[in-house]
């Protein structure tokens, strides 16, 4: 029973360039949240989605930042242009359903920026 | 959400008896109690959620107090690997679906 799958587990970039990262989830769940941890902090997060559905992305930064989940294939968290502040763990977690049902993660994408 | 209080930190002997409490004293009663674990570099790994009544698995239990201003995890024999920050969260369910973390309690098990 696999889990949550994040790729890259790491990611470097530079400054300006894009980053994909990408978040398969459990079998059978079709809610996907990302969340960012930056260094020495707490997780935050960013954006909840159902499959082609953006339901909450209260937590994404205006600018630079977008996430999808298509009917086929992985989530994909998208960051544009980046900069040393986005150096952070991205973390991805699913569940079957809304409600009380729990949230399951993946292990993360370090993403470094140079 | 409603806000949780945790101990920055505790620590427990291997293979005794690890009782982490968490004070939720503005909980609100549709709010679930989660509790959630990150171990170094890994992804948080859910433990276990309750309600109102107490929850066991095979993890852990989760005791909630009858007037629901508190609960306590308990890891009934820790090893070395449950060395990890513990994080408790309220959430209401009907209100959105994020998880709100705060600072947790770091677990150190001691040999």
């Known amino acids: 029973n696999a889990g949550v799958m994040q790729n890259p587990r790491h990611l470097v970039r530079r400054r300006g360039q894009e980053a994909r990262l990408r978040c398969s989830p459990m079998?059978?769940?079709?809610?996907v949240y990302w969340y960012r941890q930056l260094p020495e902090e707490g997780l935050k997060f960013m954006v909840y989605l159902q499959k082609e559905n953006i339901i909450d992305e209260s937590g994404m930064p205006k600018e630079r930042f977008s996430a999808e989940f298509p009917k086929e294939g992985p989530s994909i968290l998208r960051i544009q242009q980046v900069v040393r502040g986005d150096s952070a763990a991205y973390f991805c977690?699913?569940?079957?359903?809304?409600?009380?049902?729990?949230?399951?993660f993946g292990d993360g994408t370090r993403l470094s920026i140079l | 959400d409603a806000k949780t209080t945790q101990p920055p930190s505790m620590d427990c002997a291997e293979g005794r008896a690890a009782n982490l409490p968490c004070n939720h004293s503005t909980i609100s009663g549709n709010e679930y109690v989660y509790w959630y674990r990150q171990i170094h570099s890994q992804g948080p790994q859910y433990i276990i959620h309750g309600l109102k009544n107490n929850e066991t698995n095979e993890m852990a239990s989760l005791i909630i107090t009858e007037d629901r201003k508190s609960s306590t995890l308990i890891l009934p024999h820790a090893t070395l690997r449950d060395t990890a920050v513990y994080y408790c969260?309220?959430?209401?369910?009907?209100?959105?679906?994020?998880?709100?973390f705060g600072g947790g309690t770091r677990l150190m098990v001691k040999p």
């Open positions: 977690a699913s569940s079957p359903g809304a409600g009380n049902q729990p949230q399951h």
């Open positions: 969260i309220v959430r209401d369910n009907n209100a959105g679906n994020m998880l709100t």
């Open positions: 079998k059978g769940h079709s809610h």
